[in-house]
């Protein structure tokens, strides 16, 4: 079983950085998708980026020229590393790793832009 654990969250005022990381430990098929997404109060879950095995990303718009996100395949592990950010940005953000047979999911992990 593969359990990914997030890391890196916390309070962070407006125009401030944070770096999230995600951990997958146990065995994940390959090729993969691993990504970030988010979910504030009241409103659906929603991508924020996600690269492949291959190192092709994709971010929402609202995050693009901010957040960056890559990975360390032989460490099973994806970064987010998140700048500029806004008090839009509040929400719980979560790691997601797929592939053809297999989706898994963190716990989730609380990003807050407060001042």
């Known amino acids: 079983q593969v359990q990914l654990v997030e890391s890196g969250g916390g309070l962070v005022q407006p125009g401030g950085s944070l770096r999230l990381s995600c951990a997958a430990s146990g065995r994940i098929f390959s090729p993969n998708t691993m990504g970030w997404y988010r979910q504030a109060p009241g409103k659906q879950r929603e991508l924020v980026a996600s690269?492949?095995?291959?190192?092709?990303?994709n971010y929402a718009d609202s995050v693009k020229g901010r957040f960056t996100i890559s990975r360390d395949n032989a460490k099973n592990t994806v970064y987010l590393q998140m700048h500029s950010l806004k008090p839009e940005d509040t929400a719980v953000y979560y790691c997601?790793?797929?592939?053809?047979?297999?989706?898994?999911w963190g716990q989730g992990i609380q990003v807050t832009v407060s001042s």
């Open positions: 690269i492949t095995t291959g190192i092709r990303t």
């Open positions: 997601n790793t797929k592939s053809i047979y297999e989706d898994y």
